[in-house]
C-alpha cells in the first residue's frame, strides 16, 4: 500500500518549514534574532493541532523521569495561570464564555522552556513554532507579512515572490494533511495546547496510515 504514516508527513511539513526559515536567516543576515534563550515568541498563547500534540506527547514520553516530571509541573501551572488570565479578561470585559475571549496580547511562558529559555521539546515542537521569527505568509491575509517584532527592524522591503512561493506550498500540503487526519480522527476540528500535549496522551494519533504526499 502506497502509504505514509502521520509521523513521516509532519516530518516532511517540519522539514520544509525549517528550509524556509533557514533561507530566511541567510538571506537577511543580522535581521532575525531567533537563537537559544530568545523565546518572546513562546510567551504568546496559541493553539495547536491535535497532530503537533501527538509529536508532543510521544517526545514527553521518552524524557528522563526527573525532567519529566518538571515539564509537567510546569504545564500544570501553565494551564491554572492561563485560565485565571482569561477569567480576568472576561471581567474586564463583560463577556460571558471563554470563546469570546480573545488571547491576544495575553503573556504566559510555554511550559516546556527550561531554565535557560530553551525548548525542552526542541525537536519535536509544533509546526507552528518553527515558522516563528521568519517572515509568516497567511493566504488569509495576502495584504501583509507577519514578522516578530524582535526582527527586521532595518529591512525596508521583504523579497516577498519567493517567499510567498515557498510558503504556499507549505500551506497546502499542511492544509491536505490536516484534512485527512481530521476526517478521520477529529471530526470536529478540535485543537489544544502545548501544556495539555505535556500532560494528555495524545500518541494514538501517529498510528493513523495516511496516503503518500502528492509532490510538490
Not at 474586564?92 to 530553551?118: F, H, K, V
Not at 521583504?158 to 506550498?169: C, R, T, V
Not at 481530521?182 to 496510515?209: S, V
Request: net charge negative.
Amino acid at each position: 500500500m502506497n502509504t505514509s504514516t502521520v509521523l513521516d508527513r509532519f516530518r516532511l511539513i517540519a522539514n520544509l518549514t525549517e528550509k524556509e526559515f533557514d533561507r530566511n536567516y541567510n538571506l537577511y543576515p543580522g535581521q532575525m534574532q531567533c537563537r537559544k534563550g530568545c523565546f518572546l515568541c513562546c510567551t504568546q498563547m496559541f493553539r495547536i493541532t491535535l497532530i503537533d500534540a501527538a509529536v508532543v506527547s510521544q517526545a514527553v514520553k521518552r524524557l528522563d523521569p526527573e525532567t519529566r516530571k518538571n515539564i509537567q509541573e510546569k504545564a500544570r501551572f501553565y494551564l491554572k495561570k492561563k485560565e485565571e488570565m482569561i477569567q480576568e479578561r472576561i471581567k474586564q470585559g463583560d463577556l460571558d464564555t471563554e470563546s469570546e475571549t480573545p488571547t491576544i496580547g495575553l503573556r504566559l511562558p510555554c511550559p516546556a522552556l527550561d531554565e535557560n529559555g530553551a525548548c525542552g521539546i526542541y525537536e519535536s515542537r509544533p509546526i507552528v513554532c518553527r515558522k516563528f521569527g521568519m517572515p509568516i505568509y497567511d493566504p488569509n491575509k495576502p495584504d501583509e507579512l507577519q514578522t516578530c517584532e524582535l526582527n527586521f527592524s532595518e529591512v525596508k522591503e521583504i523579497d516577498a515572490d519567493e517567499l510567498i512561493e515557498n510558503q504556499m506550498k507549505i500551506y497546502n500540503h499542511w492544509m491536505e494533511f490536516k484534512t485527512e487526519v481530521n476526517e478521520t480522527l477529529n471530526p470536529e476540528k478540535r485543537a489544544t495546547t502545548i501544556a495539555e500535549a505535556i500532560l494528555f496522551d495524545y500518541e494514538d494519533m501517529l498510528e493513523l496510515d495516511l496516503p503518500k504526499p502528492k509532490p510538490f
